[in-house]
């Protein structure tokens, strides 16, 4: 009966122990709500992240990671905070990707990451609000701030030559943080903003916002919106009423959708998303295609780099404690030490574990600044002939 | 000043819009006051019976498009029309037998049926996210424009663009031609008149023989007929998301009850004043206003009365406006 009891107690032991070495990821993002498209290439990219980790074996102590997934629906704040509990409190994640929208996401950090101290780093959360939001070190984003999108878009702008736009934004923390900072940083530049309204999502007819946009003129309409919502309605309208034929698209918009709905009828528009030039972006391209899903979608390189930071952090740390690994994040981002490549993540832990020090680069040029976001590297986009193409780096 | 380009623009963005959207309205109006004048309640579930009927249809149209038929420059929808009021009148019969029938033998008060009819209208709209789902759904096909914004430029060397829609050309003629049968199947007919009589005067029509169940029958028909057409037509113009259809009941609520409840004509006319005011007072005047005004005086300002979030807050406002000042409506329908 001891021996029974002694053997039983042994196998709880190491069941145990076989459960702490498998760490978890939380990744949350909107797989329902209105940037449905692009959240698979975003897991993808993570969960890409995550394999080449564990093949390498040099995690801490020979230990795995594995993802767990969350929906956030993007717009809708209350869900989204729910899985983030789920995740924290029921998976016992140690790390969360995501959230996916700004809104959600400052929900999300709020209420469930930094009661529950979970590190949190967003790959697509641009709002210029989160970068001054209170967050004891928990929270950092591989994307850069709309502050500075609104900059890159206006010098896109001036470059072409164009003085005169109106803006449709959509009516959330992510739309309004856009239009503003880019109406300020345009307007600064010398440029006029005729209207600058917002549009609300998921609505059936939007002839009435644009009858007033078309009112306002404007050479180019800027859609700060999301394509398979009310950014769509908005386009569609505005051909149907011959209002623009020359579109501007944030980050929001650029996806394939995008290009299949719209590349044709929209030619000579264009916009740009965050993405980095160089290596990093090739290389993470290939990888994609062998991993079987699209690595140029928007923001997928951001996940993986997300994923990265973290298993990263972990390791330098020597620790999955968020508190601990939290304040190495930044030293794996930045110099000095080694550059690291997508797919080279192996090498990465060896450094780390050997005592050296690492400089992730990754697939989107990783570059952490002030409170822990990127610094942003946008790629322009045109539409010529019916296609969607990279036309430079900003 | 230049009133050409001022007209064409108020055209384009108000004037063509305002025409397809109001007689959108005004079948959808149709509906709810023969409800009302006929079996005496307000029929919540009018705009989820819509959207059931626009759904058979896009089910039909997508089997037809498969299927490699169509109907040229025409939207395949139309052939497919038919066969979703079929279904809607299926629904609808159904409906009665197994829920407004008892209400009715029991002589319900109104209100209780306008409740029923609320419980109606939640089965219903989960019966069309069940079967086709919540999103945004595309069966628009044909020529999409009779007269194209940049054509438009090209043929008159305005500065300003016209575009006619196929789907507004189509919307208003289909509500003239439906209207039309209505009205002569109202005033001509022996069946139709036996629904008047019922709906002026129900002891005295019963009395005179009319057969109650038969006119309760037809009504449902021809509600049927109305809200498929409305709801198809809708769809087309804009496009097919069941919560817009729930979203709808507003305006066409307001557009019966603004015309006069029970009464046809004012129907029309309510769904032309509030798809007129919904889309004046949210316009942006200043472009019309520039091309009208000499320079010095054109605006700098948007000239916009209220913001286009507000669309819906209008018809409310019409709405309590005319039950305050004149309940009965504009065209003396029943008071409310």
Known sequence: MKKLLMASAAAALTAGMAHAEDVKLGILLGFTGPLESISGDMTAGANLAIAQVNESGNFLDGQTVS???????????????????????????????????????????????????????????????????????????????????????????????????????????????????FEAAFTESGGTVTMNASHEDGKADYSAEVGALASAGGDVLVVAGYIDQGGAGIINGALDSGAFDTFMYPDGMVSETLEKNFAERTEGSFGQHPSAAGDGPVKFQEMGKEAGFDATGAFAPESYDAAALILLAMQAAGSTDPNVYKDKVMDVANAPGEEIMPGD?????????????????????????????????????????????????R | ???????????????????????????????????????????????????????????????????????????????????????????????????????REKKAKPVILVIVSMGVMFIMNGIVRFVIGPDDQRFLDGERFVVSARTFKEMTGLDEGLAIKSTQVITVITAVVVVALLFWFLNRTRAGKSMRAYSDNEDLALLSGVNPERVVMLTWIIVAALATTAGVLYGLDKSFKPFTYFQLLLPIFASAIVGGLGSPLGAIAGGFVIAFSEVTITYAWKKVLGYMMPESLAPDGLVQLLSTDYKFAVSFVILLIVLLFKPTGLFKGQSV
């Open chain 1, 67 to 181: 993802s767990v997934e969350g929906d956030t629906g993007c717009i809708d704040a209350s869900l989204a905070v729910a899985s983030a509990e789920r995740l924290i409190t029921s998976d016992g994640v140690k790390g969360i990707i995501g959230g996916m929208c700004s809104g959600e996401t400052g929900a999300v950090l709020q209420n469930a990451a930094i009661p529950n101290g979970v590190v949190m780093i967003s790959p697509s959360a641009t709002s210029p609000a989160l970068s001054t939001v209170e967050d004891n070190g928990l929270f950092f984003r591989t994307s850069p701030s709309d502050a500075r999108q609104g900059q890159v878009m206006a010098d896109i702008l001036n470059d072409r030559g164009i003085t005169e736009v109106a803006v449709s934004y959509t009516n959330n923390d992510y739309g309004k943080g856009l239009a503003d900072s």
């Open chain 1, 345 to 393: 993540l192996g090498r990465a832990l060896q450094i780390l574990k050997d005592g050296g020090e690492v400089d992730y680069v990754g697939a989107s040029a990783v570059e952490l600044i002030g409170g822990g976001e990127s610094a942003g590297s946008y790629r322009e986009i045109e539409m010529k002939d019916g296609k969607m193409e990279g036309v430079g780096y």
């Open chain 2, 1 to 103: 000043m230049d009133f050409l380009n001022a007209f064409v623009s108020l055209s384009n963005y108000v004037l063509i819009p305002g025409v397809a959207y109001g007689s959108q309205l005004a079948l959808g109006a149709l509906g709810v006051t023969l409800v009302y004048g006929i079996l005496r309640f307000s029929n919540f579930a009018h705009g989820d019976t819509m959207a059931f009927g626009a759904m058979v249809t896009v089910l039909v149209t997508w089997w037809l498009q498969s299927l490699g038929v169509s109907l040229g420059p025409l939207p395949t929808a139309l052939l497919a029309l038919p066969v979703g009021i079929l279904g809607t009148i299926v629904l609808l019969l159904v409906t009665d037998r197994a829920v407004y029938q008892f209400y």
